[in-house]
C-alpha cells in the first residue's frame, strides 16, 4: 500500500517507468504466436459492435460536396479506354448484327414477293404448255441438289432458273441507275472540256448522248456481270447470271452476252419472249452466249412459305 503522504505525480512516474522496462522486454511477435485469431473474432459479437455505431452521426460527419469536388474527373476519364470498354460490351457488334438482319429480311421479302410472282407464272404457262418438272431440282446441272432440302416447312429454291418477270424488274431498275450515272457522266465530261479546252457540246442535237448512252450501258452491264455475276439490279432481286450449266460465269461469256443483249430486244422483243416458253427461261442472249439466270440470295437460301412449299412437293411428285 502506497503512503498518502507520497505525492500522486511519483507514483505515476515510477510505476511508467516500469511498464517501459517490462514492455522493452516483452517480444510481441511471441506473445501474437500465442494468440488464436480464430478463437479471438468468435468471441466478438459482431452485431452488437454494429449496433454501437451511430450511421447517421457518421455519415453526418461525411462531407459528400468536399469529396466530389476533390474528385478529378478529367484524369479518370483520361485513364479510362473507352473505346476498348465500348468493344467489350459488345453493343457495336449488337448493333450490326440488328441492323444487318434487319436489311436482309426487308430485302429478302421484296425478293420473295417477285419469286413467287414468278412462280405462280410459271405454274400457268407449264400448265398452257403441259410441261411437267421437279420443281426443286430446276436448276442447272452444277448447282442440282440431290434431294429437296426443307427448313422449317420451307422449301430451298437456291439456283431456280428466274423467269421473265423478277428478270424485267432487274431490267427497270438498271435502266434507272444507267440514265441516272449517264446524266453525270455526260455532265461531267461537257464540264471539264468547257473548263479545260473551251469547247461544248450541245448532246440533245448532236447526237452524242446516245453514244455515251451506249456505252455507260455497255460498260456497266459487261463489268457487272464478269466481277460479280450480277448487276446492281439483279442484285437487289436477288438474281445471277451463271454458265449454261451453273458454273461462275466467264468473262468470255459477260462479253459476249451484253453484246447480244441489245439483239433480244431489236427483233420486236421476240428474244425476250423466249423466257417465258423456253424450258429453262434463256432469252436470245442468254442462248448466245450460252449463260443462265438463277435465283441467288447469296448468303440467305432462297425459300418459300409453307403454303407454297407443299404446292411445289406436289407438283413435283
Known sequence: MVPS???????RKVTGKATNEVLEQVDPNVILANVDID???????????????????LMARVNVDELI???DLDSILDRVDLEALVMRSGVPKIIEQ??????????????????????VTGFVIDRLLRRRRVEWAFTP????PEQAHIYDRRLDLSARYAGAIPRLAAVIVDLWLI???????LAGFDYLNARLFGWT?????SGWWIVGLILVSAG??????????RTPGKLLLGLRVTEQDGQDLRAWSAFVRTICWPLSLALAGLGMLLMVVQPQRRGLHDLLAHTAVIHDWTPHPVTVRAAMTEELMERSS
Open 98 to 119: 440488328s441492323t444487318t438482319h434487319f436489311a436482309g429480311s426487308a430485302l429478302n421479302a421484296l425478293r420473295r414477293q417477285f419469286l413467287n410472282i414468278d412462280l
Open 69 to 71: 469536388e476533390r474528385v
Open 201 to 205: 457540246f450541245d448532246f440533245g442535237q
Open 39 to 57: 478463437a479471438l473474432l468468435e468471441r466478438v459479437d459482431i452485431d452488437a459492435l454494429l449496433d454501437r455505431v451511430d450511421i447517421d452521426a
Open 179 to 185: 440514265s441516272i450515272s449517264s446524266t453525270l457522266l
Open 5 to 11: 503522504s507520497i505525492p500522486g505525480s511519483f507514483v
Open 220 to 229: 456497266y452491264s459487261y463489268f457487272g456481270l464478269a466481277i460479280a455475276g
Open 141 to 144: 446441272a452444277a448447282l442440282r
